[in-house]
């Protein structure tokens, strides 16, 4: 199978304390690599001559990469108060990828758009729902004017796509959670609503669900939006709603635990039947 997976990759900053580190980041990083464990996996990004190559050393073992001409590299400065907290602000942006910048969609079984910064404008995305299309609400909804913080966006935007993940934060961007249900219920065939170790919101052509993720006691859940997104994507393509609900839970607590994508589809079915889902 073919993935191809859409949004800036970033070079982020982390201050903890005295401390200061940088790494490659962005949403596209970690669904790409999750999504190279099934199938071929091509990431299409935007770089700027800033970033730092030796960052995809690894990354380019496993996951194509198209990589677009950039002023600048999309970058996060992430300061951490405490091990559950911190502050993200944005240092600069990659351009957006627009329209005629996409390659033929065609050619994939699965596109899944993964933005941090607002890349990907309305136009770029009513032209990938088109393909079967999983998106991260994330770096659609993100407002830079002070800090990063969450704003709006009109439900009719969403129409169209095939699945969609939101954090229990971000899709305050269609106002309360009852609201957000009811907009998404006509507008998305599946939608995601994370809280972490906590129970989420699954929704399916206009049933609602509770799904209760394993515990998973880890201090860094980097990622864990993304590889959820993109396990789902695949594991739906391939099993009923439910059966895909719960392994993509299991494969998302296992990514956690390790902190990579090295572990076997029956460690996977095994941590399965810790998730309990119910009809709400």
């Known amino acids: ?25 962005g949403g596209a990083y970690y669904s790409a690599l999750a999504l ?25 073992k496993r996951v194509k990469l198209m990589v677009l001409p950039s002023k600048e590299t999309t970058t996060y ?3 951490y108060l405490n091990e559950n907290e911190r502050i993200l602000r944005l240092l600069a942006r990659a351009e957006e990828i627009k329209p005629h910048e996409l390659p033929e ?12 910064a607002r890349e990907i404008s309305v136009e770029t995305l009513e ?36 699945i969609l993940h939101a954090d229990a934060n971000e899709i305050s961007a269609l106002g309360s959670l009852e609201n957000a249900i009811d907009s998404l219920k006509g507008n998305v065939e599946v939608a995601l609503i994370s809280d972490g170790s906590n129970r989420g919101i ?18 860094d859940s980097t990622g864990a939006g993304d590889t959820f997104l993109a396990a789902f994507s695949y594991f739906y393509r391939e099993r009923p709603f ?4 719960k392994i993509a839970n299991a494969f998302t607590a296992l990514f956690l635990e390790r902190r990579n994508y090295n572990f076997t589809m029956d460690e996977v079915s095994e941590k399965a039947l810790e998730v309990r889902i119910e009809e709400i």
Do not use: C, W
């Not at 699954?202 to 993720?213: D, I, M, N, S, T």
């Open 127 to 162: 032209i990938l729902k088109g393909a079967y299309l999983a998106l991260d609400l994330q770096g659609l909804v993100r407002e830079f004017n002070d800090g990063v913080g969450i704003g709006k966006i009109e439900p009719g935007h969403l129409r169209g796509v095939k």
């Open 105 to 116: 969609l065609r050619k994939f079984d699965l596109i899944l758009a993964n933005p941090v």
């Open 77 to 79: 400065e992430l300061t």
């Open 1 to 25: 199978m073919k993935f191809l997976v859409i949004g800036h990759l970033t070079r982020d900053i982390l201050i903890k304390g005295r401390r200061r580190s940088e790494r490659v980041g």
């Open 242 to 245: 439910i059966p895909a609900l």
């Open 36 to 60: 190279s464990t099934f199938g071929e996996a091509t990431v299409l990004t935007k770089l700027g001559g800033d970033f730092p190559k030796q960052f995809l050393n690894e990354f380019e």
């Open 202 to 219: 699954a929704l399916r052509k206009g049933k609602v669900y509770a799904y209760y993720p394993p515990r998973v006691g880890v201090k």
